[in-house]
C-alpha cells in the first residue's frame, strides 16, 4: 500500500531510522511510533500472513462482526496455502484447504461471513463445550441465524469435531436457546428419551411464557436454570411461573446447570421416572 502511494523501501527505512515511524514483522509498518489498535493489529496479521491469501476468522470475525462477550485475545487469521504465518505474537493462523464461494465481504479487512467464522470457530476450539458456546452465541446475538448455520455447517470443511458440530448446529436449528438446553437434548438423546419440544409457548394466568422444554401427552415440563435465576426478583418470577404452569396441569421438574453436570444421572432418573408415569409411543 505504501509502494502504490509513491512511498520506496529508502523513504520506509529513512523514517524507521528517524523514530518517525515503526516496524511491525516484515511487511508492516506503522505511520507513527505509538502503539497499535485493535483494528491495526488485525491488519498487521493479514498483511504478515500475505493479504492475498488471509483472512481475520474465527472468533476474531465475530467479534469484528460485533460477537460480545466472548474473551479471546488471540488474533485468528486463515489462509489457504501453508504459509509461515506466525510471524507477529498474539496470532494464531488456521491453515483452511479453500474458501466457500462468496464468503469474504466487499472492502475493509478480509473476513468471511458470521456463519462461516462461527463454524471455523468451532472447530478451532480448545473444547467442545466452547464450541458449542461459539456457536451459540453466535445466534444469541443475531450475527447470523440458524438456517445460514446449517447451510455453513454443510460447506465448511473443519478437521475436528464435525459429528458434534453437526450435531450442536441440529440442536440450534430447532430452538435451543442455551448452552443448558444444548447440554439436556444431548443427554435426553444418549438416554433413548423421546425428543422433547423446544421453547413451548404457553398461555397462563400470568401471560404468555415458554418453557424450556416440554414433552406433548406426558404433561410434563422440564426447565433448565442458569445462574441468572439466582439473582434478584428472578426466583420469584420463576417462582410465579412454575406454579400457573403446575395449576394447568403440568408437573415441573427444575434443573440447574451445574446440577446437570454434577448430578447428571440423579437428574435424568427423574425425567425418566417423569415420562414412564404417562403412557408414550416412541
Request: aromatic share 6%; hydrophobic share 40%; with cysteine.
Amino acid at each position: 500500500m505504501l509502494a502504490a502511494a509513491g512511498i520506496t523501501r529508502h523513504d520506509v527505512r529513512y523514517q524507521v531510522k528517524g523514530g518517525r515511524w515503526r516496524p511491525y514483522g516484515q511487511q508492516t509498518v506503522a505511520v507513527h511510533n505509538g502503539p497499535l489498535g485493535l483494528a491495526a493489529r488485525r491488519w498487521a496479521a493479514v498483511f504478515e500472513t500475505g493479504a492475498t491469501i488471509a483472512a481475520i476468522d474465527g472468533v476474531t470475525a465475530l467479534q469484528h462482526a460485533g460477537l460480545t462477550g466472548y474473551e479471546d485475545d488471540q488474533i485468528h487469521i486463515s489462509a489457504v496455502h501453508n504459509h509461515n504465518t506466525d510471524r507477529l505474537s498474539g496470532v494464531t493462523t488456521h491453515k483452511v484447504i479453500r474458501r466457500v464461494s462468496g464468503e469474504l465481504g466487499l472492502g475493509g479487512l478480509p473476513h468471511p461471513c458470521p456463519e462461516v467464522a462461527a463454524i471455523r470457530a468451532a472447530h478451532w476450539a480448545r473444547s467442545d463445550r466452547q464450541a458449542a458456546l461459539i456457536l451459540l452465541m453466535t445466534v444469541q446475538q443475531r450475527l447470523t441465524t440458524p438456517a445460514r448455520l446449517a447451510v455453513a455447517q454443510r460447506v465448511v470443511r473443519g478437521r475436528t469435531r464435525r459429528s458434534f458440530i453437526r450435531s450442536v448446529v441440529r440442536d440450534i436449528a430447532f430452538g435451543v436457546q442455551s448452552l443448558g438446553e444444548l447440554d439436556f437434548a444431548r443427554l435426553c438423546r444418549s438416554r433413548g428419551l423421546p425428543e422433547p419440544s423446544r421453547q413451548v409457548v404457553r398461555q397462563t394466568p400470568g401471560g404468555r411464557i415458554y418453557l424450556d422444554v416440554a414433552w406433548d401427552g406426558h404433561d410434563l415440563v422440564v426447565e433448565i436454570d442458569g445462574a441468572q435465576h439466582r439473582w434478584g426478583t428472578a426466583v420469584t418470577f420463576d417462582n410465579l411461573r412454575q406454579n400457573d404452569v403446575a395449576l394447568s396441569g403440568d408437573r415441573v421438574l427444575r434443573i440447574d446447570v451445574i446440577g446437570l453436570r454434577l448430578e447428571t444421572d440423579r437428574f435424568l432418573d427423574q425425567v425418566e421416572r417423569g415420562l414412564a408415569d404417562r403412557r408414550f409411543d416412541v
